[in-house]
């Protein structure tokens, strides 16, 4: 991929997703109005999050790990023909192994969320609601389990749109189905379970045209002998682990916090959702995009450029990381107020979605760190790494999680706290020893020209959060919720042009971003 193709690819994924998290904070402000905190909103929230953590563990993370390195060798040393082989092989084995987990999933249900939710067994309605939203929610992760092998093929080839729109369509779907269906239901919050399904089927058929255009939409066949399935089976298995650590370490936080007072998920929900914005406008986007051209320079042995793309992921992911943690953390108690304190989230779930909110932001920069490290081990077919860091991340979180929990205890201060708190922690953790291995393995090195950059980005994020804290006091409290969100927008603006003009006073120049 040529150097202004990777820049240009970066903006097409970003919009695309900035078009996706808008219209997720509009799917979260009418989700949070109409169904509120705690009870039904708590029971969908968990059922979803269970075929969407196995989204983000198999799907987007160690599948498409696995396979976009693999289809980029086939690409560069073999023929069209052999190319359909492995995707008609690959898509096969994808779907015989999704239909039986799914089916399985379905006819077990109870006992799943048991596993993900104990802390739901002791109010008998809100389990049996959980265990039926499941059922309908699970053959999501069939659908975007497709969908993700599709994109890794469309962006293994240099196209980027498609699948970066397909998120865009579960939002419209479950604002759909909480505004215009969920009124129909006995249980109105059932819409919801259908809303997922469908979204997910229709992510998947967006993709199938492009995959035409290519000559790759083949009918799948099941065949696990063939060499670039086995290939991606023994670099998907530990990679399940490396790559989507995060996502391992927010669902034990939905089991602690299912334990905790009603609302705790919800808060946890609308906290993450907050945090996940910077990350997916960036983080998500540079480390799509980065991956087969990685996996392209590992093919063709060009260290050189290998190591080019990660410095300039880097640069990109530090310059919107740093300043995002710090707004993020700031602006927690506004944030929520102006976008979800109405209908039925009140004041206080906005004041304790917003504690977690400040416990998050610090971790928003070792998140996004994750999603452009991780992909150099993966490039170099290398799972074993991530997947020690993995677990070691893990065993991090939970006794992160015991000790500030233990901590906000003896503080009294609500436990959800702690809980955000040791994703942080974790997330540092996760980070900073991939970027050790890195180190030591020569893979890549943070050079001289970062001390500068690094005292830019610390001077500019300074002087935001200076003009944010003098603009904080004028802010609308006690408005109606459409002055909120103006004020809330022109403080945006302003501390992210006090940032701009603050970095170009300390020499920082746009070329500097330029990849190469």
């Not at 967006?206 to 089976?233: C, M, N, S, T, Y």
């Not at 929990?405 to 436990?415: D, H, Q, R, S, T």
Request: some cysteine; aromatic content about 12%; hydrophobic content about 55%.
């Amino acid at each position: 991929m040529a150097k202004s193709r990777l820049f240009r690819s970066t903006m097409v994924v970003s919009s695309m997703t900035m078009l996706s998290r808008i219209l997720g904070l509009v799917r979260d402000v009418v989700l949070l109005a109409v169904f509120g905190a705690g009870g039904l909103m708590d029971a969908f929230l968990v059922a979803f999050k269970i075929p969407n953590f196995l989204r983000r563990l198999f799907a987007e993370g160690a599948f498409s790990q696995a396979f976009v390195p693999v289809l980029s060798e086939y690409k560069e040393k073999y023929s069209l023909q052999q190319v359909q082989i492995l995707v008609s092989r690959t898509s096969g084995a994808l779907l015989l192994v999704l239909s039986m987990l799914t089916v399985l999933v379905i006819l077990i249900a109870p006992w799943v969320v048991t596993l993900f939710a104990p802390g739901f067994a002791e109010q008998p309605d809100k389990f049996a609601i959980t265990a039926e939203l499941l059922r309908l929610t699970f053959p999501y992760l069939l659908f975007i389990s497709m969908t993700a092998f599709a994109s890794g093929i469309l962006q293994s080839y240099g196209r980027f749109a498609a699948p970066a729109f397909a998120p865009v369509l579960l939002n419209l779907c479950m604002i759909g189905g909480a505004l215009i269906f969920a009124p129909m239901f006995d249980t109105p919050i059932m819409a919801l379970g259908y809303a997922v399904a469908i979204a997910g089927l229709l992510q998947f058929l967006i993709q199938l045209p492009q995959l035409w255009q290519q000559k790759l939409l083949v009918a799948p066949k099941v065949d696990f002998k063939h060499e670039g399935v086995r290939r991606i089976l023994k670099l998907m298995l530990p990679a399940i682990f490396g790559v989507s650590v995060t996502q391992i370490n927010l669902l034990l936080n939905t089991v602690f916090a299912s334990l905790m007072i009603g609302g705790s998920v919800s808060w946890l929900y609308a906290a993450e959702r907050m945090s996940e914005l910077p990350l997916g406008l960036i983080g998500v986007a540079i480390g799509t995009v980065i991956l087969p051209s990685l996996s392209k320079s590992e093919a063709q042995k060009d260290d050189v450029s290998f190591k080019k793309t990660i410095d300039w992921a880097a640069r990109l992911i530090i310059l919107v990381g740093v300043p995002a943690s710090a707004a993020l953390f700031i602006l927690a108690d506004v944030l929520m107020q102006a976008l979800f304190l109405r209908g039925e989230f009140t004041l206080r779930d906005s004041q304790m979605s917003a504690l977690a909110l400040r416990s998050m932001a610090g971790g928003i920069l070792g998140f996004m760190l994750i999603k452009i490290f991780a992909p150099a081990f993966f490039a170099r077919q290398d799972t074993k790494t991530p997947v020690k860091i993995g677990i070691i991340s893990v065993f991090a979180n939970m006794i992160f999680s015991v000790v500030f929990i233990g901590i906000f205890y003896f503080l009294e201060m609500p436990l959800h706290g702690g809980l955000a708190l040791a994703t942080t922690g974790a997330a540092f953790v996760n980070a900073g020893l991939l970027y050790y291995f890195l180190y030591q393995r020569e893979i890549f090195r943070f050079g001289s020209h970062w001390k500068k950059l690094f005292a830019q980005f610390a001077i500019a994020t300074s002087a935001m959060i200076a003009a944010l804290y003098v603009m904080l006091p004028y802010f609308p409290t006690d408005e109606a919720q459409w002055q909120r969100i103006i004020a809330l927008l022109v403080m945006c603006a302003v501390g992210a042009a006090v940032y701009g003009v603050a970095l170009l006073a300390t020499g920082f120049r746009p070329r500097q971003l330029k990849h190469g």
